[in-house]
Structure formats: C-alpha cells, structure tokens
Nanobody
Framework: VQLQASGGGMVQAGGSLRLTCAHS????????MAWFRQAPGKEREFVAAIKLSGDRTHYADSVKGRFTVSIDNAKNALFLQMNSLKAEDTAVYYCAAETRTYALAFAEKWYDYWGQGTLVTVSS
C-alpha cells in the first residue's frame, strides 16, 4: 500500500490550494480515506474524511465550509480543495486510509495506512 500526498506550498491568507493523495494497492476492504494535519508544536488532528464510495463526507468544524474532500477512484486519487486559507491552517497535511470500520471514522487510531505528508504554509 502506498499513499503519496502532494500539492502543498506557501500561500497568502485568503488563498487556495488543492492537495492530492495518489494511492496504490489499497486493500479490498478499504472503507474510507481522510486528511489529517499537524501544526508545529501540536498534535495531529482530523481534517476531513470521505467514504471510498464518495457518498459521505465529514469535516472538522474548523474547516467546514472552506475545505472540500473528494475522491476519484478511476485515478486512484484523494483530493482536498482548501479555500479561504487562514494562518492557522499552516501544518503538514497527511492522507490516510482505513479498513477496520463501516462508519466514517475521524479518529486517527482507525487509520492503518498513511502518506508521508505535504507542508502547507499560510502567511498572514
């Protein structure tokens, strides 16, 4: 299983970025994929999750209305469109996949497979 996050960079507050997570060899029982982030000096936190079918999503309150998670199974890719970025969105963003639930998990402990992270820096 491989997950490769990309698309990070530096952007001014109010700007937009689109993150991509290219994945391969996900297990047949994969239920959902998600984005997490870790800001400097803080613990990793949930950002957004989507069922592999694409029919359900869940967002952290801090990004609701600004971020959109989507999935393209034909391209083996997970996306995170980030709009109206704020300085507090600065973090390393990780994509992850889980196989152990039927729900839309947002707790880190359920996610088995992780990408390496891509850095997003928002300047104010």
């Amino acid at each position: 299983v491989q997950l490769q996050a990309s698309g990070g960079g530096m952007v001014q507050a109010g700007g937009s970025l689109r993150l991509t997570c290219a994945h391969s060899n996900l297990p047949a029982g994969t239920n959902a994929m998600a984005w997490f982030r870790q800001a400097p000096g803080k613990e990793r936190e949930f950002v957004a999750a989507i069922k592999l079918s694409g029919d359900r999503t869940h967002y952290a309150d801090s990004v609701k209305g600004r971020f959109t998670v989507s999935i393209d199974n034909a391209k083996n890719a997970l996306f995170l469109q980030m709009n109206s970025l704020k300085a507090e969105d600065t973090a390393v963003y990780y994509c992850a996949a889980e196989t152990r639930t039927y729900a839309l998990a947002f707790a880190e402990k359920w996610y088995d497979y992780w990408g390496q992270g891509t850095l997003v820096t928002v300047s104010s």
